[in-house]
Each structure stands twice: as structure tokens, then as C-alpha cells.
């Protein structure tokens, strides 16, 4: 499904999401994961052009793939098993470690299984709702964040063009922390979507989590953590990333709206 790179310092590093379409028993996904180390050995998949001069050409170190038997678990981060292959350079002692009994060598693959895959898995499949409801709950919780985030933006504006002081501030800020606080909470304990929303979803999680960051600067209770100067800074870091969050939101449902059935802008 999914090959992210995750190289580090001088080590080349690949993490691999697989879905397994079948009920694969531990000794096939043995094989399995030896066929896709075969193929990740010399991946080239970088964050960036850095890492692309530096590591291109070379062999991997280090491999991770994660398995699991449904989408709806790669998507929320659920895995039934994750092998782990390293080159003769790594410690292989410490990465074929077998301490613990959710740690197995199978067919000379080193496979950690995860023993809570299935109740997780179970409980997801049991709690999924409609995407009607989801959106509905989503959007609900968005009019009150952006509200708010709208709100304190504009004192902000008026700190810096020195209409109020910080103190006018701080006093101004402070009691919306602790519905913001709500409102996010609430967020991360929405109904689970199936995999046709899950994206949308996402990117409504990353606004949220954006305008609860609003809630660390000017708020009482975080005073003594940062002086005047570096407040403003990540408070005014903090407002970019904000409009930065409605832009990719804007333009994913503008893409999502031309089809009928994730129409999210009625």
C-alpha cells in the first residue's frame, strides 16, 4: 500500500505497509516479506532531494513491513505483524532480539505480532458509521474551531499592530482555551469512517490539532514557558500553518466534490 522512507544519518531505511488480501498463514507472510525486502533493497523513495544525493545508488539497511488483513486497519495504524529485515552491518542481535513471546523467527524472518491486532480490528469494523454521520460530526466540531481560531487571530492582529498589549491578550485568550481543549478532545474521539472519507477526515484532524496549538501562547496557564519575543513568533508560525491547513482542506474538497457520493461541500 504504502513505502515510506524513513533514512536516518548515514543509514538508508524503509518502512513498508502491505494489505494481505487473503488469510495468509505466518509462514507465507514469511515469504512474502523476503519477496518485498528483494524489492525494497535498492528502493529509491526519498523525502527530498538531500537524501536522494546521499543515498541513491546504495542498498537498503534497514527494512520494516508492517502486515494487516483490511484497509480500514493500514489507514488507523493497526498491524496484525511487523517484520524487521538489516543488512550484515546492523546489530543484528539487537534487531532479531526474540525477548518477549510476541516475537518469533519464522522461516529465518524476524516477525513481531502484535496480539491486540484482531480486539482493535473487531472494535473498529464494530464502531464504523455512516459518512453522513461522520462529516456531519466533523463539520459540526470545524464551525466551532475555525470560530474561535478566527477570533483569536484578529486579537492577535490587534497585539501586533499595538491596538491592545499582551496582557489585553493573554486576558482575552485564556477563557478560549478551555472550550478549544474540548472541542479537540472531541475530535479525537469521533466515530470511526470507512476508508472513502478517512483522508478528509485526516486533513480536518490536522486543522484541529493546528487550532488547539493556538491555545499554548497566549493562555494563562503556559506564561511562564516563552517570553514576549518567541511567543509571537510561533503564535505568528502558528497562524501560517493555519491558513496553510484550509488551503489543502479547501482543495481536497474541491476535488472530492466532483464525485457525487463524497459531495462534503453541500
Known amino acids: 500500500m504504502t513505502v515510506t522512507p524513513v533514512h536516518h544519518g548515514l543509514k538508508k531505511r524503509y518502512s513498508a505497509r502491505i494489505l494481505l488480501k487473503k488469510p495468509f498463514s505466518d509462514a507465507e507472510i514469511a515469504d512474502v516479506s523476503k519477496n518485498i525486502q528483494k524489492k525494497l533493497l535498492f528502493c529509491d523513495v526519498y523525502n527530498n532531494k538531500i537524501q536522494e544525493d546521499r543515498y541513491k545508488g546504495t542498498p537498503s539497511d534497514i527494512i520494516w513491513i508492517y502486515f494487516a488483513f483490511y484497509n480500514r486497519d493500514i489507514i488507523r495504524g493497526n498491524y496484525y505483524c511487523k517484520t524487521t529485515w538489516v543488512n550484515d552491518n546492523q546489530d543484528k542481535a539487537y534487531w532479531y532480539s526474540l525477548e518477549g513471546s510476541n516475537k518469533r523467527l519464522i522461516k529465518d524472518v524476524h516477525i513481531e505480532f502484535y496480539p491486540q491486532y484482531k480486539i482493535i480490528s473487531n472494535f473498529i469494523s464494530d464502531n464504523i458509521r455512516s459518512n453522513d454521520e461522520v462529516r456531519y460530526k466533523v463539520k459540526e466540531i470545524r464551525y466551532q474551531m475555525i470560530t474561535y481560531a478566527e477570533a483569536i487571530i484578529s486579537l492577535f492582529n490587534e497585539y501586533q499592530n499595538n491596538t491592545i498589549s499582551e496582557e489585553e491578550l493573554f486576558a482575552s485568550v485564556t477563557p478560549y482555551s478551555s472550550v478549544l481543549d474540548r472541542l479537540f478532545f472531541e475530535s479525537n474521539d469521533l466515530p470511526f469512517s470507512d476508508e472513502t472519507v478517512s483522508e478528509w477526515v485526516e486533513a480536518n484532524m490536522s486543522l484541529f490539532s493546528t487550532i488547539h496549538d493556538f491555545t499554548l501562547f497566549y493562555n494563562e496557564k503556559f506564561r511562564n514557558i516563552r517570553d514576549s519575543s518567541n511567543r509571537k513568533l510561533v503564535m ?25 457520493h463524497l459531495d462534503l461541500m453541500r
Do not use: A, I
Not at 236 to 260: A, F, G, H, I
Open 236 to 260: 505568528q508560525s502558528t497562524v501560517l500553518r493555519y491558513y496553510e491547513d484550509l488551503k489543502n482542506l479547501k482543495e481536497l474538497e474541491q476535488k472530492m466534490v466532483e464525485k457525487p
